[in-house]
């Protein structure tokens, strides 16, 4: 895809990406189908959580943040999304010790149900590095738009280390149609699902309802 025409559209869409040259293919999938994920406030009406638990799990992010910070410094490198109480965990750590500590802390966290912990345990990361993964976020991103039989905002999208976490309400179909889209991308090394399944009926009842067209 042309990169003037990427950029473009996760504009369009909302997101924003550091255009850098791209990494080598490599496609692989570690399925983990456990509950939540996703986190933002873009196309709050379409979401498939609650209102109410969109701010939650902003307010939980914020706690994270703080209190990984308060209690660790900048010693460690630490991301966090959550999305209906779960929390995942990405970024860097010096060690295993700090790894299993800011996961304890994070459970203790109020409101939070479970966590995810995907910390490596390694250096941070370079600015190149970095910028590589959020190119790799915004390629995906950019194939779900593309994908005219998924519903794009229903997805959370994160990359840390040339993996790829999805996560999100979403049926079987769906999660076996976006896990394909994300191996293909160029770059992604790793695919982890992290995904609370729902049916496709239940999907019917999550869709706004039309409003029936009126008569002249």
């Not at 630490?78 to 779960?86: A, C, E, G, L």
Request: glycine residues 8%; positive net charge; hydrophobic residues 40%.
């Amino acid at each position: 895809m042309n990169p003037s025409i990427l950029k473009r559209r996760l504009l369009t869409a909302g997101f924003s990406v550091a255009v850098i040259g791209a990494a080598a293919s490599l496609s692989a999938c570690v399925p983990l189908v456990i509950g939540g994920a996703a986190a933002g406030t873009a196309l709050v009406a379409t979401d498939r959580r609650t209102a109410g638990a969109q701010l939650e799990d902003q307010g939980i992010e914020l706690r994270t943040l703080s209190e990984v910070r308060n209690t660790f410094g900048t010693r460690v490198r630490v991301s966090t999304v959550s999305f209906n109480r779960q929390v995942l965990l990405t970024g860097e750590v010096p060690n295993a010790q700090d790894k299993q500590a800011v996961g304890d802390l994070v459970k203790k966290i109020e409101n939070v149900d479970s966590v995810v912990n995907e910390l490596g345990v390694r250096n941070s990361p370079s600015l190149a590095d970095r910028s590589g993964d959020l190119l790799i976020t915004g390629r995906v991103k950019a194939a779900i738009l593309d994908a005219r039989d998924l519903q794009s905002n229903a997805f959370k999208v994160v990359t840390s280390n040339n993996t790829v976490y999805l996560m999100g309400r979403v049926t079987k179909r769906e999660s076996d149609r976006v896990t394909a889209i994300a191996r293909g991308v160029t770059g992604v090394q790793r695919v982890v699902r992290i995904f609370e399944n729902i049916s496709e009926e239940e999907l019917l009842r999550l869709q706004p309802s039309r409003a029936a067209p009126t008569k002249a």
